[in-house]
């Protein structure tokens, strides 16, 4: 059984930087068939996807939000990380740590974090 | 980017009743290995999305067969049979052909 589980702060300062981090257990983050990444939803908005990362080789970011983005993994620990920079009251969302195939919706979440950009 | 577009915005639902939800692509969904990559996903209250349906109409396993999937190209569906009380949420489709990957608005489906 595959889970994902986020931690990291629920405030965050404007111009700050978010990080968060995803554990996952059940599959390993260097699955060479397996995407792992990180989507966002405003609250009681939609969902807006942020990158995908496949180990093997190919990262991908939306493009609004690649020059503020970063993923990362530690697979020591089987996690991974996001790093949002200059955050803003837009940047206010529930952030999911996903998994998904390639070509197929994620199909693994984790239960979400809810991070408040606020001073 | 391709843009994915639902209607309606809310369903309201007597029970046992079907539902039904469209959505639109700005371009085809098709591959050039030919397969069409066209998600559902249920969202129920609190709860992080959940998939139904991928590639059009192929149901995950333990997703309940009154819900369906159809389409082609551009245009696709996602039909309830029959509305249940626990279907109470908001349905997102989701392209996955190419990236950045990317979600209609989504539709609420709520029982009258």
């Known amino acids: 059984q595959v889970q994902l589980q986020e931690s990291g702060p629920g405030l965050v300062k404007p111009s700050e930087t978010l990080s968060l981090t995803c554990t996952v257990s059940g599959d390993s983050i260097t699955s060479s068939s397996d995407y792992w990444g990180w989507i966002r939803q405003p609250p009681g908005k939609g969902l807006e996807w942020i990158v995908s990362l496949l180990y093997s080789g190919g990262t991908y970011y939306n493009p609004s939000l690649r020059s503020r983005a970063t993923i990362s993994v530690d697979t020591s620990k089987n996690q991974l990380s996001l790093k949002l920079t200059s955050m803003t009251a837009a940047d206010t969302a529930t952030y999911y740590c996903m998994r998904h195939r390639p070509y197929i919706s994620p199909d693994y979440w984790g239960p979400g974090t809810l991070v408040t950009v606020s001073s | 980017d391709i843009v994915m577009t639902q209607t309606p915005l809310s369903s309201p639902v007597t029970l046992g009743q079907p539902a039904s939800i469209s959505c639109r692509a700005s371009?085809?969904?098709?591959?050039?290995?030919?397969?069409?990559?066209l998600n559902w996903l249920q969202q129920r209250p609190g709860q992080p999305p959940r998939l139904l349906i991928y590639k059009i109409s192929n149901r995950v396993s333990g997703v309940p067969d009154r819900f369906s999937g159809r389409g082609a190209g551009t245009d696709f569906t996602l039909e309830i049979s029959r509305v249940e009380a626990e279907d109470v949420g908001v349905y997102y489709c989701?392209?996955?052909?190419?990236?950045?990957?990317?979600f209609g608005g989504g539709t609420k489906v709520e029982i009258k």
């Open positions: 371009q085809s969904l098709v591959h050039s290995n030919g397969n069409t990559y």
């Open positions: 989701l392209q996955s052909k190419q990236f950045p990957l990317t």
